[in-house]
């Protein structure tokens, strides 16, 4: 991808703006029983979700889910959802921004900002990020959040997204973008999130 970087001319707008929690909104793509088997690396994208969803709990961030055909795929994890009240859109499309639901939930709130997590990349991912950025909306994917059956279509869905002007990020980067300093009471436990560490 690097190499592809350099040999693309093609300029592209990276916005910049800093994180505020008020205005952000944590979207959790299609996280389902049925769709989720088949991801590569399915277990390290849960795990770093849950993360996300830990920091924006504590930070007081809106978290909303959307689930693709959910009577056929099934519900979200309970790992994700853990019983929580978060708004939850279903849909057939795969862009949720087909759902006049969401759309009428975004502007109700006037979020700014979006991180996209979920599942797949190339797909509902990718249509619904390109979407909200033809709203002018600023869009922000943890590449270590977002997954495909096949690690080709991850790869190029990423790619395409941060040439339509996504911003590219981590969980990790994230996570400290939202808390900002250290000085402020609720360090200490996104302290322990970040320390939490994947394993098998």
């Known amino acids: 991808m ?45 795990f770093n979700i849950k993360k996300l969803i830990d920091t924006c709990n504590l930070l007081n961030v809106h978290i909303a889910i959307t689930e693709q055909n959910p009577l056929k795929l099934g519900k979200t994890l309970e790992s994700i959802s853990e019983n929580n009240e978060y708004p939850k859109f279903e849909k057939m499309e795969f862009s949720c921004c087909n759902n006049k639901n969401f759309i009428n939930y975004i ?63 981590t969980t990790e980067s994230l996570i400290c973008e939202l808390c900002k300093t250290s000085s402020r009471k609720e360090f200490k436990e996104v302290s322990k999130i970040l320390k939490n560490s994947f394993s098998n």
Request: with cysteine.
């Open 2 to 46: 690097d190499q592809f970087l350099k040999k693309n001319s093609t300029p592209f707008h990276i916005n910049n703006n800093i994180l505020i929690e008020e205005e952000t909104l944590l979207l959790i793509v299609d996280v389902q029983q049925k769709l989720i088997k088949s991801i590569k690396d399915n277990q390290l994208l849960i």
């Open 107 to 169: 502007s109700k709130y006037n979020f700014k900002n979006i991180i996209v997590c979920g599942i797949e990349s190339h797909i509902c991912i990718l249509q619904t990020s390109i979407d909200l950025l033809q709203k002018g909306l600023n869009i922000l994917i943890p590449r270590d959040a977002i997954g495909s059956r096949n690690e080709i279509d991850n790869e190029t869905a990423f790619l395409r997204l941060i040439l339509s002007g996504a911003v590219a990020s």
